[in-house]
C-alpha cells in the first residue's frame, strides 16, 4: 500500500437513484449554479464541476462530469441499502494520477475503470490541481442484464463483473470515446444530429465494457486497437451522414482505407449488426425522440432523412422498434 504524504480532505458523497441525480444538485446549499436543461455546474468549497445528465431510456441513464479539484479531496461514494436494482460502469481520466482503493491497497493511474452497484464502497484519492473527467453509465439491473446476455446462466451476471472488471485501467479506445463523449455535449447539443451522436458513443462505451468482460482479456494490442479505431472511424462517418442517405459500403470501406469485405466483416463483428442496420438505428432514435414529442410527422421525417417512399421509412422504423436485437432505444 503506497503511502499518503499530503493532508487529504475526507468527502462522503450519498448515492441516490439515477432518475432523481438533477434535482439533487439543484437542492444542495453550497452550490451555485447554471441550469440549461440537464447540462449544470456546480462550484463549492470543494471543486469546480460541470455536469451533463441524459435519461438515454427506460433502464439507462448517463451523467458525465468535469471536476477541476480545488483541495487535496478523499471521495468515498457510500452504499446505500435502501436502493436497489441498479448497477454503473464509470470510466475516469485525469490530467494527475488518480488514487483508488481496492479493498486492499491504494493503486494510481492516469485512468481507471470500475463497475459498481449501491452495495460496493467507492475510494478516490485527487490531489489540487487535478482536473477529472467522469463518464457514469447507469442500467438498470434487469436492462443491463439484457444487453449482456450471458451465456452461462447459472452465473449472476452482476458478480461477473464485479469479480472481473470491478478495478481496471481504461483502453485507449475507451478514452478517445469519453473525448468525443464531451465534444458532443459541449458543442452539439444544438446540432441536428446531436441525440444520435450522444446514442452513438454510450452504445460504443458500453459494447467496449462488455466485451472486455465476455472474453476476460484486458490487453490492448496492436491490431485490436488498430481495428477498434477503424470501427469507431466507420460509424463517426455514418453520424456525419445520418442527416442525409445511407453512404453505401463502398463509400464506407474507401474512407476508412479497407476493403469492403473486412467492413462488412469486421463491422458485424465489433457491432453485431451491417452499417447499413446501424445508420438506420441511427436515424430511428432520432425519428423516435421527433415523434414521441410530437414536432414532426411521418411524412416530414421521412423526407428530412431522404427517404423517398414514406413506406420504407415505416418498415425500417417498425423493424427497428418491433425487433428483439439491440438498438439504442429500447437496449433489447
Not at 71 to 85: F, M, S
Not at 112 to 123: A, C, D, L, N, Q
Not at 193 to 210: D, G, N, P, V
Request: glycine residues 4%; proline residues 3%; charged residues 25%.
Amino acid at each position: 500500500m503506497k503511502t499518503l504524504p499530503l493532508k487529504w480532505q475526507n468527502i462522503r458523497l450519498n448515492r441516490i437513484a439515477p432518475y432523481i441525480y438533477p434535482r439533487y444538485f439543484r437542492l444542495q446549499p453550497s452550490y451555485t449554479e447554471l441550469v440549461a436543461g440537464h447540462h449544470f455546474y456546480l462550484d463549492d468549497k470543494n471543486c469546480w464541476c460541470e455536469v451533463f445528465y441524459e435519461k438515454i431510456s427506460d433502464g439507462f441513464w448517463m451523467l458525465a462530469m468535469e471536476i477541476r479539484i480545488k483541495h487535496n479531496n478523499h471521495y468515498i461514494l457510500e452504499t446505500k441499502k435502501g436502493l436497489r436494482g441498479y448497477s454503473s460502469v464509470n470510466i475516469l481520466s485525469s490530467s494527475k494520477k488518480i488514487g483508488y482503493f481496492d479493498g486492499r491497497d491504494i493503486d494510481w493511474a492516469n485512468n481507471y475503470v470500475f463497475f459498481s452497484s449501491p452495495g460496493t464502497t467507492s475510494e478516490i484519492y485527487l490531489e489540487k490541481g487535478t482536473t477529472l473527467r467522469c463518464c457514469k453509465l447507469i442500467f438498470a439491473n434487469n436492462y443491463l442484464e439484457r444487453l449482456a446476455n450471458p451465456s452461462d446462466d447459472s452465473d449472476n451476471i452482476f458478480s461477473k463483473f464485479t469479480r472481473t472488471l470491478s478495478h481496471r485501467s481504461a483502453i485507449r479506445a475507451e478514452l478517445f470515446l469519453q473525448d468525443r463523449l464531451f465534444a458532443i455535449l459541449r458543442f452539439e447539443r444544438k446540432s441536428y444530429h446531436y441525440r444520435a451522436s450522444l446514442f452513438s458513443m454510450l452504445f460504443e462505451l458500453t459494447a467496449f465494457f462488455l466485451k472486455l468482460s465476455i472474453s476476460q482479456n484486458h490487453s490492448d494490442n496492436t491490431s485490436t486497437e488498430k481495428n477498434a479505431y477503424i470501427m469507431l472511424k466507420a460509424t463517426k462517418i455514418l453520424e456525419q451522414h445520418f442527416p442525409h442517405k445511407f453512404p453505401g459500403v463502398v463509400a464506407l470501406a474507401d474512407g476508412c482505407g479497407i476493403s469492403v469485405s473486412k467492413l462488412k466483416r469486421d463491422f458485424k463483428k465489433a457491432h453485431g449488426m451491417t452499417p447499413l442496420k446501424y445508420f438506420r438505428n441511427l436515424q430511428m432514435n432520432y425519428v423516435s425522440g421527433m415523434l414521441s414529442g410530437s414536432e414532426k410527422t411521418v411524412k416530414q421525417l421521412s423526407a428530412e432523412l431522404g427517404f423517398k417512399k414514406s413506406s420504407t421509412f415505416s418498415a425500417w422504423y417498425n423493424k427497428i422498434n418491433d425487433n428483439n436485437e439491440l438498438n439504442y432505444d429500447t437496449g433489447v
